[in-house]
């Protein structure tokens, strides 16, 4: 099974702020590796699949990159309606798994 | 506009059975695979079944396996999960999920499965 470790658990960042989370496989996974975000007491939505291709919708101050083990969600200059907690997926073999979430709380 | 619905959750004894159903509208269902994604109250996601767009291909979860089972009818525009022998930690909100090209791309809102006595 494909380990997803996100980093950090948790983020308390002003508005304008870049916040960064880190995804990190436990193998490599090439680029099969896709972000969502989920606001409080919402469904999930996808931000990226592959790595760094973006959804349709997904602001663009929202960037993904990586491939192999390690990934990159960036939220650049963060808007108050970014407070979500942000979850990976890898979709190389199966089970799917997802990381644990990272919170990003707005200050 | 592209939706799926869930419906059947509720509370449920340990040991109990449960059959949750999603309703798709708006898109083509019969070409999408679909997926089973829960969530414990508090926690974070946690994949538990796939099916391919034909039934032909099913995966699950190592904690569900042997107990529950993912089914379609593509006449229907509906996907089903059929949940037995429920345990405590089956508790969470089950989501209905669209995949294409193995992301996920269109979740419903969740339906919430409680099993307590």
């Known amino acids: 099974e494909v380990v997803l470790t996100q980093s950090p658990d948790f983020q308390s960042v002003t508005p304008k702020e870049r916040v960064t989370i880190t995804c990190r496989a436990s193998?490599?996974?090439?680029?099969?590796l896709h972000w969502y975000q989920q606001k409080p007491d919402q469904s999930p939505k996808l931000l990226f699949k592959?790595?760094?291709q973006s959804f349709s919708g997904v602001p663009s101050r929202f960037r993904g990159s990586g491939s192999g083990t390690e990934f990159t969600l960036t939220i650049n200059s963060l808007e108050a309606e970014d407070a979500a907690t942000y979850y990976c997926?890898?979709?190389?073999?199966?089970?799917?798994?997802f990381g644990q979430g990272t919170k990003v709380e707005i200050k | 506009e592209e939706q799926l619905v869930e419906s059947g959750g509720g509370l449920v004894q340990p040991g109990g059975s449960l059959r949750l159903s999603c309703a798709a509208s708006?898109?083509?269902?019969?070409?999408?695979?679909m997926n089973w994604v829960r969530q414990a109250p508090g926690k974070g996601l946690e994949w538990i079944s796939y099916?391919?767009?034909?039934?032909?291909?099913?995966y699950y979860a190592d904690s569900v396996k042997g107990r529950v089972t993912i089914s379609r009818d593509n006449a229907k525009d509906s996907l089903d999960l059929q949940m037995n022998s429920l345990r405590d930690e089956d508790t969470a909100v089950y989501y209905c999920?669209?995949?294409?090209?193995?992301?996920?791309?269109?979740w419903g809102r969740g339906t919430l499965v409680t099993v307590s006595s």
């Open positions: 099916i391919s767009s034909s039934s032909a291909t099913i």
């Open positions: 999920v669209r995949g294409r090209d193995w992301y996920f791309d269109l």
């Open positions: 997926h890898q979709s190389y073999s199966f089970p799917w798994t």
């Open positions: 592959y790595a760094s």
């Open positions: 193998q490599n996974i090439g680029s099969s």
């Open positions: 708006g898109f083509t269902f019969s070409i999408n695979a």
